[in-house]
């Protein structure tokens, strides 16, 4: 079993200032993790994944997570939130069942990005 | 195309009626998911397809919900007697490769209303 846990369902920062969206997850396994984007009217795309190689991982449009086991967290950071991260973001844990990968999703962080 | 395609975009259906959705994975992709998403959640998993092998229909909710797919192309997802509850953002989903960890690519869903 599997399950992940956005702590906040609302972030809102500042341009130009850090951005931290925090995720917490449970799985049976070894966990896969991603971080996907879905911005208004548009598809969901894939920000970054881990998949038990390096554990700081680097994304797209300058987002990283670091996968913490002890802590069961794949935080997403950006040191400097522009405007167009303004979307929502899922945290993402994935499993391997009869040969396909199965993605149980998190219910979402809506990023607000202020002038 | 380069990328999922869903159709219809829109559909707007009164409780009771059957609809049938539609999902062109990208050209190659061995596998095809479908999800849902509620508004404001996060996206369930429905069911999956991998080549010709029986489809995981572990994440279908009731029997009024059923999918097919022939080969690696089209798939269609069918509602009968739409409920209300049924209301929501259909996703799919198409991968290259079902082995490891492989990027799910995403087409833009198609939301339904069952009024």
């Known amino acids: 079993a599997q399950s992940v846990t956005q702590l906040d369902s609302h972030v809102s920062v500042s341009e130009g200032t850090p951005v931290l969206l925090r995720c917490n997850y449970s799985s049976s396994y070894s966990p896969s993790l991603f971080w996907y984007v879905q911005h208004p009217n548009k598809g969901l795309q894939l920000l970054l994944k881990?998949?038990?190689?390096?554990?700081l991982v680097k994304g797209i449009n300058g987002f990283e997570a670091e996968f913490k086991k002890s802590e069961t967290s794949f935080h997403l950071t950006k040191p400097s939130a522009h405007m167009s991260d303004a979307a929502e973001y899922f945290c993402?844990?994935?499993?391997?069942?009869?040969?396909?990968?199965?993605?149980?999703f998190g219910t979402g962080t809506q990023l607000k990005v202020e002038l | 195309g380069a990328g999922v395609s869903q159709s219809p975009s829109n559909k707007v259906t009164e409780k009771g009626k059957d609809v049938e959705l539609r999902c062109d994975p990208i050209?190659?992709?061995?596998?095809l998911y479908w999800y849902r998403q509620r508004l404001g959640q996060g996206l369930e998993f429905l069911i999956y397809f991998q080549g010709n092998s029986a489809p995981d229909k572990s994440g279908l909710p009731s029997d009024r919900f059923s999918a097919e797919r022939t080969g690696e192309s089209v798939s269609t997802l069918t509602i009968q007697r739409t409920q209300q509850e049924d209301s929501a953002v259909y996703l799919c989903a198409s991968t290259l490769r079902t082995s490891g960890y492989n990027e799910q690519f995403f087409g833009p869903g198609t939301r339904l209303t069952v009024l």
């Open positions: 050209s190659g992709h061995t596998a």
């Open positions: 881990y998949t038990s190689a390096a554990t």
């Open positions: 993402v844990v994935g499993a391997i069942t009869g040969g396909g990968n199965k993605l149980t």
